[in-house]
């Protein structure tokens, strides 16, 4: 699963440098290629929500919680040793 988040996190990292070049130019891609994080929070709020690269964002997001979620919840049950799962 992480590797499919890590692919599809490039990708949309990917999207939002082209959405950087096309609205602000090279500098804004160039900047966008190197704070990837925060370009891309910022590209969200200044293109919108509610757009096809906003909702994909969002589900991204939201499937990144959900990983986190299930990762915290099987450390806290397999913690011990006792009740690891079959490998």
């Known amino acids: 699963m992480w590797s499919i988040l890590s ?3 490039g990708f949309l ?5 082209l959405i950087a070049w096309q609205e602000s130019g090279v500098f804004g891609a ?3 290629c190197f704070l ?10 200044s293109v919108g929500p509610l757009t096809l690269y906003g909702i ?7 499937i990144l919680v959900a990983c986190l979620i ?8 397999f913690k011990d040793g006792e009740n690891s799962p079959p490998r």
Do not use: K
């Open 7 to 9: 692919a599809t996190a």
């Open 13 to 17: 990292h990917l999207w939002t440098i």
């Open 30 to 32: 160039v900047l966008t």
């Open 36 to 45: 990837p994080v925060l370009a891309e929070v910022y590209w969200f709020f």
């Open 56 to 62: 994909m964002l969002l589900v991204w997001v939201g």
């Open 70 to 77: 299930c990762l915290g919840i099987s450390a806290l049950l």
